[in-house]
């Protein structure tokens, strides 16, 4: 495994470069790859208040603990502030039962998951929506606040690193000047397809690492944002089955997952696929005994679409668009 070296904290703080995607992944088939996972070695796993998978993972890890496999130190543990939480008075509530969920006392990185905020629906801690199915946009809550809070958090030793996922360059900028302590991780989309070279430059400059979800292109997402919002993204992109990918795959022996994975780490991105699926998890780990000429990294360089190749606009969030920090506009601009 490789690491990355995050800056702006207190002390030595390394990030695995693979770390396991839990979006989606249900209760059982949670349980089966997170033991599957810490098996083939991750010791990187990304969740969120949102995905309902903390639960499971704090269970899993309580038995592994048990079992003298291995030490909390030994694991980064990535959540995520839902953005129905996006202000000061809520970040220690919500950080709170993460914990609890996660039966751990701190975060290695605690991310601001989404810029734009709804209102809190108080009794299921899920995002109000209106009459029309729309979301409820809040207007008034203050992302500057809602990072102090969170410095403060780090302050209690309860988060290690602190961060930011889907933000612009803008609110980037912003956060970054008026931070106390500064954004470790930027979590984005970021795929051969959508490979962000605006911000990743950005985070060079500023000494932010940067973590890409969705690094195979979120096979299946359309199917869920069809069933859950009746959304449906246009012009869906298959990134594992490019041809070039499929080329390179047979000529490093190794699977167009692998191939697309290795493109971003030999970059020095961080990815965080996610697989429930014995096989596949352990390949998505079995990266770093191949590297990709410079010219095939070039060829791979050259299949970025710019904004056409992101799958996760937020439009799915009905009205969402309205939102002041809604930070996907340039795209909606150019449509
Ligand atoms: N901050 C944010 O807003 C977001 C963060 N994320 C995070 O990033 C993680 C990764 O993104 P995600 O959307 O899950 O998409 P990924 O690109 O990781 O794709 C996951 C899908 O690919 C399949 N898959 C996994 N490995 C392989 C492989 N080697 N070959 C072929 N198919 C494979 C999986 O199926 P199977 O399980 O059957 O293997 C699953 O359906 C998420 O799980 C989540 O933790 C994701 C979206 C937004
Ligand atoms: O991480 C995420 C995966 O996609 C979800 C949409 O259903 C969001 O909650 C979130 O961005």
């Given at each position: ?17 693979v ?5 989606r ?15 083939a ?17 704090g ?12 030490k909390r ?18 970040v ?25 905020s ?19 946009l ?28 889907n933000?612009?360059?803008?609110q ?19 795929h ?38 009746n ?6 992109p ?8 499929d ?32 096989e596949?998890?352990k ?15 070039e060829?791979?360089?050259?299949l ?14 009905k009205?969402?668009?309205?939102h ?12």
């Open positions: 495994m490789k690491y990355v070296k995050l800056s702006h904290v207190n002390g030595l703080l390394e990030m695995p470069m770390g396991l995607g839990t979006w992944a249900q209760p059982e088939e949670m349980e089966k790859a997170l033991w599957a996972a810490l098996d070695g991750y010791r990187h796993i990304d969740t969120a208040f949102n995905y309902n998978t903390e639960e499971t993972i269970k899993v890890l309580k038995q592994w603990f048990s079992q003298g496999k291995g130190e030994d694991l980064f543990i990535t959540t995520k502030l839902p953005n129905c939480a996006n202000r000061a008075c809520d220690a509530r919500f950080l709170q039962m993460s914990l609890k969920k996660l039966q751990t006392n701190y975060v290695d990185l605690y991310l601001i998951h989404m810029p734009f709804f209102h809190l629906n108080e009794t299921n801690f899920t995002p109000l929506t209106n009459e029309d199915g729309s979301f409820s809040d207007y008034d809550s203050d992302l500057i606040a809602t990072w102090q809070a969170m410095e403060q958090q780090v302050d209690q030793g309860l988060i290690k690193a602190i961060g930011l996922s933000f612009s360059g803008e980037i900028e912003r956060i970054y000047t008026a931070a106390r302590i500064k954004p470790s991780v930027l979590q984005i989309e970021l051969a397809y959508l490979q962000q070279n605006e911000l990743r430059a950005l985070c060079r400059k500023l000494g932010i690492a940067v973590t890409a979800y969705a690094p195979l292109g979120s096979p299946g997402a359309n199917n869920h944002f069809n069933s859950k919002y959304y449906s993204i246009h012009d869906f298959d990134i594992l089955g490019h041809p070039l990918v080329q390179l795959a047979q000529k490093y022996n190794k699977t167009p997952g692998q191939v697309l994975l290795r493109h971003l780490i030999q970059q020095d991105i961080i990815v965080i696929p996610k697989s429930g699926n014995s596949r998890l390949s998505n780990i079995d990266v770093f005994d191949f590297e990709l000429s410079r010219e095939d990294m060829q791979l360089n050259g970025d679409r710019g904004e056409n190749g992101r799958i996760f606009d937020f439009l799915f969030f009205g969402v668009e309205k002041p920090e809604y930070p996907f506009k340039h795209r909606i601009d150019g449509w």
